[in-house]
Every structure is written in C-alpha cells, then in structure tokens.
T-cell receptor
Framework: DAKTTQPTSMDCAEGRAANLPCNHSTISGNEYVYWYRQIHSQGPQYIIHGLKNNETNEMASLIITEDRKSSTLILPHATLRDTAVYYCIVRVGRSGYSTLTFGKGTMLLVSP | NAGVMQNPRHLVRRRGQEARLRCSPMKGHSHVYWYRQLPEEGLKFMVYLQKENIIDESGMPKERFSAEFPKEGPSILRIQQVVRGDSAAYFC?????????????FGPGTRLLVL
C-alpha cells in the first residue's frame, strides 16, 4: 500500500492561500491521490483527486509533482470555515476495487 | 440530489444491547462502505458491500458485527451485545461504482455511545 506523510498541523491567516503538502513516494502508476477533509464532528468531505495532471475545482487546486512522489492541496483564499483535518489518501487498488485508508491528516487552523 | 443519509445521528445503548445503524446511499449508487472512527483517531475501513453482496469485510471485527445491503432498503450495520469499546462514530460512504478514480461520498455519521 502506498503510504502518505503529512504535517501534523498548519496555520493559515484568513484570506491567504493555504498550501497543504503530502508525500507519497511509493505511489504506483495507476494510483490516484485523493484529498478529503473532516470538519469537527462531521463526515469526511471530498475535495479533489488527481492522477498525473494538476486539477482545479471550485474548492481547491491539486498540484502533483512530475515524479508523482508528492502533491500539494491549495485552498486559494482560506476562510474560518476551512478549519478542519485534511487527509491526503492514495487510492489502493485490490482485486479490482479499492477502499480508502485514512492517516492522521493535517489539522489546518485558519485564524482571523 | 440528496447526499448519503444515515440514521440515527446519535444512538445510546447500554452494554449488552444491540445497535442498528442505517445508511441510505446517494441516488444511483450501488456501492456502500462503512468506516469507524474511534475517539481521537482516524477513520478505519470496516466493510464494503454491493447490493445483496459483501465484497470485503476485512476491517470488520469477526464477532458481534454484521452488515447487509438488501435489494430494497438501506444498508444496515448491526452490532450485537455492544461493549463500551464500540463507542465511536460510524460513517457510511457510497459510490456509483468501485474503480480507480471513482469518488466515495460520505454521510454525516452515527455517533454510538455505549453506557
């Protein structure tokens, strides 16, 4: 299984960009990188995912390095509501299907 | 389009009782996954089901826990003879298929407290 490494916590000022790094040096060629977040006491919320190319949606951007060994989730203008635990997950394939393996994630604290 | 629904949102049981947790997947989704989050820990996969079939139950305790996803109706996670260690948040997720690049969407969870 490809494991991910994330910082335990990060701080960000409201209105600034939040850049959350993730290392996944053992990722396989057909494994996707997924990002979810969990706001306190709520269910995990899907943010974005990608394989090789950079991706952008209404919530965030995902930058994947050319060697795919690391990626960065960018929240362009962080708000207080973005305070949450952010999980970087490499989708593990097993017998034609896959489940999500959550690590400890990064606790992002957005301050006024 | 309603999201994944779970009920009850909170459930209190005494030791030895049974707990039944329900999950209604998003419309058009036939794949359901159950995850458990113990206090101060990350989510752990428990079981993956398709309609009427258990595909992977490798994360589910061998005893007292069972899951089903009948042809009609919600998926049920059943915990018999609950113990205090079963106190946790139980999350259900669903997807239309299961393959690389297919996203799982989570429900709000059921918080089980065993007294």
């Amino acid at each position: 299984d490809a494991k991910t490494t994330q910082p335990t916590s990060m701080d960000c000022a409201e209105g600034r960009a939040a850049n959350l790094p993730c290392n996944h040096s053992t990722i396989s060629g057909n494994e996707y990188v997924y990002w979810y977040r969990q706001i306190h006491s709520q269910g995990p919320q899907y943010i974005i995912h990608g394989l090789k190319n950079n991706e952008t949606n209404e919530m965030a951007s995902l930058i994947i390095t050319e060697d795919r060994k690391s990626s960065t989730l960018i929240l362009p203008h962080a708000t207080l509501r973005d305070t949450a635990v952010y999980y970087c997950i490499v989708r593990v394939g097993r017998s034609g299907y896959s489940t999500l393996t959550f690590g400890k994630g990064t606790m992002l604290l957005v301050s006024p | 389009n309603a999201g994944v629904m779970q009920n009850p949102r909170h459930l209190v049981r005494r030791r030895g009782q049974e707990a039944r947790l329900r999950c209604s997947p998003m419309k058009g989704h036939s794949h359901v996954y159950w995850y458990r989050q113990l206090p101060e820990e990350g989510l752990k996969f428990m079981v993956y089901l398709q309609k009427e079939n258990i595909i992977d139950e490798s994360g589910m305790p061998k005893e007292r826990f069972s899951a089903e996803f009948p042809k009609e109706g919600p998926s049920i996670l059943r915990i018999q003879q609950v113990v205090r260690g079963d106190s946790a948040a139980y999350f259900c997720a669903s997807s239309p298929r299961n393959r690389e690049g297919e996203t799982q969407y989570f429900g709000p969870g059921t918080r089980l407290l065993v007294l």
